[in-house]
T-cell receptor, first 111, second 116 residues
Framework: SQQGEEDPQALSIQEGENATMNCSYK?????LQWYRQNSGRGLVHLIL???NEREKHSGRLRVTLDTSKKSSSLLITASRAADTASYFC???????????WGAGTKLIIKP | DTEVTQTPKHLVMGMTNKKSLKCEQH?????MYWYKQKAKKPPELMFV???????INESVPSRFSPECPNSSLLNLHLHALQPEDSALYLC???????????????FGEGSRLTVL
């Protein structure tokens, strides 16, 4: 499957700061999802935003979606050491409902 | 804790061995997936089962053979693997087929496979 793009590839910040990750994609989408993966573990679904939504919140997470620019961002506020993980965006194609994964952002929170 | 259970967590096998990876979910999901993930890369789709029938095979070599004995179980049979097949193998499920169309995928913790 064609990959979406995420940036940055890696991000290192101090605990308590906010972390922002971006995702760009190429096709028309049904929805966009963000997942977290701790090192060597399975992926955990964080949040889903539909193509007709522009912003969504879940706890310390805020996701935005700009379909005109084919991009999304994930903001984690007041970061904690436990937020250290890789974060992947995944888009669901409107045409065939296939899931297309971004390359991922590795986030490190320094205590 | 994940509701998708994968066994074994770790597996080391030689190139002539035959082994199997197992996945189980009891959430009533009717779509189950096998993904392969290399280090620092996103997961790559291998197979999709919809209502216990193989619906997608992403041109995976025949040394990987999936099986879905019932709606709760998914196996991946391994035979004559190559060292480059070493990876984390992830099982996932969701309520109805269509990958992410119906919402989130639930992933297991994965089976770390090393081929010597």
């Amino acid at each position: 499957s064609q990959q979406g793009e995420e940036d940055p590839q890696a991000l290192s910040i101090q605990e308590g700061e906010n972390a922002t990750m971006n995702c760009s994609y190429k096709t028309s989408i049904n929805n966009l999802q963000w997942y977290r993966q701790n090192s060597g573990r399975g992926l955990v679904h964080l949040i889903l935003i539909r193509s007709n939504e522009r912003e969504k919140h879940s706890g310390r997470l805020r996701v935005t979606l700009d379909t005109s620019k084919k991009s999304s961002s994930l903001l984690i506020t007041a970061s904690r050491a436990a937020d250290t993980a890789s974060y992947f965006c995944a888009t669901v194609s409107k045409s065939n409902y296939q899931l297309i994964w971004g390359a991922g952002t590795k986030l490190i929170i320094k205590p | 804790d994940t509701e998708v259970t994968q066994t074994p967590k770790h597996l080391v096998m030689g190139m002539t061995n035959k082994k199997s990876l197992k996945c189980e979910q009891h959430m009533g999901h009717r779509a189950m997936y096998w993904y392969k993930q290399k280090a620092k890369k996103p997961p790559e789709l291998m197979f999709v089962y919809s209502y216990e029938k193989l619906s997608i095979n992403e041109s995976v070599p025949s040394r990987f053979s999936p099986e879905c004995p019932n709606s709760s179980l998914l196996n991946l049979h391994l035979h004559a693997l190559q060292p480059e097949d070493s990876a984390l193998y992830l099982c996932a499920s969701n309520l109805v087929p269509g990958q992410g169309a119906s919402g989130e995928l639930f992933f297991g913790e994965g089976s770390r496979l090393t081929v010597l």
